[in-house]
Every structure is written in structure tokens, then in C-alpha cells.
């Protein structure tokens, strides 16, 4: 499916009948190849959908310029063109940093928030020497061919012992990159949200991973420290993108925390 949200074409999937799930992917993949186990498992008691962000899967190449501010005014108007606010709010890695941005942005949007293996933006929680080493990182392999960004940027996404049968459709994704999405994505990621924590009032999920390398549980142990009644949950097993390397233990986190707060 595909919608208009401000001159920019939006590809989105949409699946199931209840109260409105948003899932938002990082900056690689898209929303089916990062959220696929979930759309389908959650389908049966929420509706859920999941966005392809401006330059990412089938949606539109963002602008010039288009920063956190501009992806989080975009995911809200998309969240209200589809007249499902208020919405609970899941985002993965850059996905993270977009909710809390669209949450401060946008107050009454959100019903709740989960973040999976995401930041308050990579100056906000890695501080601003490792988040200028990420995003120089970052915008180097955006000059690489497909096959080579997908070489450098796949083992870091997951555990080590990964079955890479179970990955291989999200690894299919990451190889059809959009180098200028990839780049506007990176360099949102690299905006500092700490800011908005300490505003936080609606329930919140904070789901890592313990061999995530990207964002570690150190970065979600932060973040616990500063949302009021966040919860905080470690995953055993899986890497960064943990909704694809262990989406029926994310799924079921999930699922327990939206009945808690539905």
C-alpha cells in the first residue's frame, strides 16, 4: 500500500483489526524484512502497520536536509493519515530515535512507546566522539556497491551465531540499499534526542539485546534511568536486529506489554 503525506510517496503494509501498532525499522531494511514476524504474529488482536521510511523501501527519496524533525513530522502525518492516532509507537535502532523525536514533536500522538535496540539518537546516547566515528562510518560505506555495504554493515546487525537462513531476506534488503536514505537516515541518527527521556509520560518499552554491538543494554540501561516507569527488558541471545534474529521472543514482549497498557 502507498499513501501521499506531504508530497512524499509512503510504502506501508497493514494487517489486522484492534488498537494501532506503528512499527518503524533502522536504517537499513525496511518495514516487512525488519518487522515481518511481527506483522503477521500481532495481526490476530492489533492493527498493526509498518512504514517504509522516506528513502527506504518503496517510498519516496527524502530532500535535501531531512533531518530527525523532518522524519518525525513525516511518520506523524502519516500516523494521522491513516486516521489511527492515537497510536503505540515501536521503533528499532533509528526507528528508536524517530518515536521519542515524533513523540516530543507531536504530544498525544503516542499512546505508548517501545523502543528496540534504539538510542536517543547517537550523540544522545554514545556520546559525541563515538557518534561522529559512526556516522564518518556510515557515510563512507554509503559509497560502496550493494554487495560490499551489505558485507560491512550485516555482521554487526546480529549475534555471531546467527542462522543466516533466518536472516537471509532481511540480508536480501540491506544489499538493495538507497544510498541517499541511507544518508539522510544516518545523519538523523546521528541528532541527539536525550532531551525528550525526561519528558517521557506515556507507558514505555525498552527491549535489548545482550549481544547487541549497536546499541548495547548499557544504552537501554541508560535510558531506564531517565523514562519514568519504563520497563526494561534484556533478550538473551540475539544481536541488534532482534525482531529478525529472534522474532517470537520479541513478539511476545511485545504482545505482553501492549495488552498492559491497552
Not at 41 to 58: I, M, Y
Not at 67 to 85: E, H, P, S
Amino acid at each position: 500500500m502507498r499513501v501521499d503525506v506531504g508530497g512524499l510517496e509512503i510504502a506501508y503494509e497493514l494487517a489486522g483489526s484492534g488498537p494501532p501498532v506503528v512499527l518503524a525499522h533502522g536504517f537499513v531494511g525496511d518495514g516487512r524484512s525488519t518487522w515481518g514476524g511481527q506483522i503477521d504474529a500481532l495481526a490476530d488482536e492489533f492493527t498493526v502497520v509498518a512504514w517504509d521510511a522516506p528513502g527506504a523501501g518503496g517510498s519516496s527519496d527524502p530532500p535535501d536536509g531531512f533531518g530527525m524533525d523532518a522524519y518525525a513530522d513525516c511518520f506523524a502525518a502519516f500516523v494521522r493519515t491513516l486516521r489511527i492516532a492515537p497510536a503505540h509507537l515501536v521503533g528499532l535502532s533509528f526507528g528508536g530515535a524517530l518515536v521519542l523525536a515524533t513523540f516530543h514533536r507531536h504530544r498525544g500522538l503516542a499512546s505508548s512507546l517501545a523502543i528496540v535496540g534504539g538510542y536517543a539518537g547517537w550523540r544522545g546516547s554514545l556520546g559525541y566522539a563515538e557518534a561522529e566515528k559512526r556516522l564518518a562510518r556510515a557515510l563512507e560505506v554509503s559509497e560502496l556497491s550493494p554487495e560490499q555495504f551489505a558485507a560491512a554493515m550485516v555482521p554487526s546487525m546480529f549475534s555471531p551465531s546467527v542462522d543466516l537462513e533466518v536472516v537471509a531476506s532481511f540480508v536480501d534488503r540491506v544489499r538493495v540499499f538507497r544510498p541517499d536514505g541511507f544518508r539522510a537516515m544516518a545523519r538523523a541518527s546521528f541528532e541527539d534526542q536525550s532531551h525528550v527521556l525526561p519528558e517521557v509520560d506515556v507507558p514505555t518499552l525498552l527491549l535489548y539485546a545482550d549481544h547487541d554491538v549497536r546499541a548495547p543494554v548499557a544504552v537501554g540501561e541508560a535510558m531506564h534511568a531517565v523514562v519514568r516507569g519504563s520497563q526494561l527488558v534484556v533478550l538473551h541471545g540475539p544481536g541488534h536486529v532482534s525482531s529478525v534474529e529472534a522474532p517470537n521472543e520479541v513478539t511476545r514482549e511485545l504482545r505482553r506489554f501492549l495488552r498492559s497498557v491497552t
